[in-house]
């Protein structure tokens, strides 16, 4: 597995003319009002073609980028992808913070910011009811880094499975917890992440006989 954690005030002013990028992502880019969405757009996805570029052994403006088939409706709005499958990734980027992850197996990856006390008190019935109530028990400072480790993990599982928020956050219990929860057939991990970030990485695990590749 190649993970990346990436700043976007340390990379921003070096994409600012997006050259790497296609002209979809230019015009997505462009449509930000603030100019941090944009820098942070631009940062994110040029490095995400860099890392592809290098894999693929072509020129990052070259990339071919796609959507798999959505796993729940079948429409084009899965995970993005590169045709054929030679290389899985996945993009996350929040605030300051860009994470990109690429592996042989398919793989989710998502960064948050902590969120405030009255975001996790608004938004905390939309998690497993296991989660709850471990939040629940927590005084209410601990609360926010909490909601938003559980929330990486279950936002990185379900961008794995390509179902993102298609699927109900609260059907899959991932906890809020030091460690990760198991689930059947993927690798939850905890990223380090700067202060007042959390991030995680969802891995698809090899069925017997395959191997997944760095």
């Known amino acids: 597995m190649k993970l990346h954690v990436l700043r976007v005030s340390e990379h921003a002013a070096g994409v600012r003319d997006g050259a790497v990028l296609s002209e979809e992502e230019r015009a997505r880019c462009a449509a930000f009002v603030r100019e941090a969405d944009r820098d942070r757009y631009r940062v994110a996805h040029t490095a995400l073609r860099l890392e592809l570029a290098a894999v693929l052994g072509t020129d990052p403006a070259a990339v071919p980028l796609t959507r798999e088939p959505c796993p729940l409706c079948g429409g084009p709005h899965g995970r993005p992808a590169v045709p054929g499958n030679p290389v899985h990734f996945s993009l996350s980027h929040a605030g300051d913070v860009v994470l990109i992850v690429l592996d042989g197996a398919p793989v989710g990856a998502d960064v948050e910011a902590y969120p405030t006390a009255a975001v996790v008190a608004e938004t905390v019935s939309a998690l497993h009811p296991r989660e709850r109530a471990e939040i629940g028990r927590l005084a209410p400072a601990g609360r926010p880094a909490a909601f938003a480790r559980c929330w990486t993990r279950k936002e990185?599982?379900?961008k794995g499975t390509g179902a993102g928020l298609g699927e109900d956050p609260g059907t899959t219990y991932v906890g809020s917890l030091a460690t990760p929860a198991g689930i059947p057939g993927w690798e939850l991990t905890d990223v380090a992440?700067?202060?007042?970030?959390?991030?995680?990485?969802?891995?698809?695990?090899?069925?017997?006989?395959?191997?997944?590749?760095?």
Do not use: K
């Open 193 to 214: 992440a700067p202060e007042g970030y959390a991030a995680a990485v969802a891995l698809a695990l090899p069925r017997t006989g395959e191997e997944s590749t760095p």
């Open 156 to 158: 990185a599982y379900l």
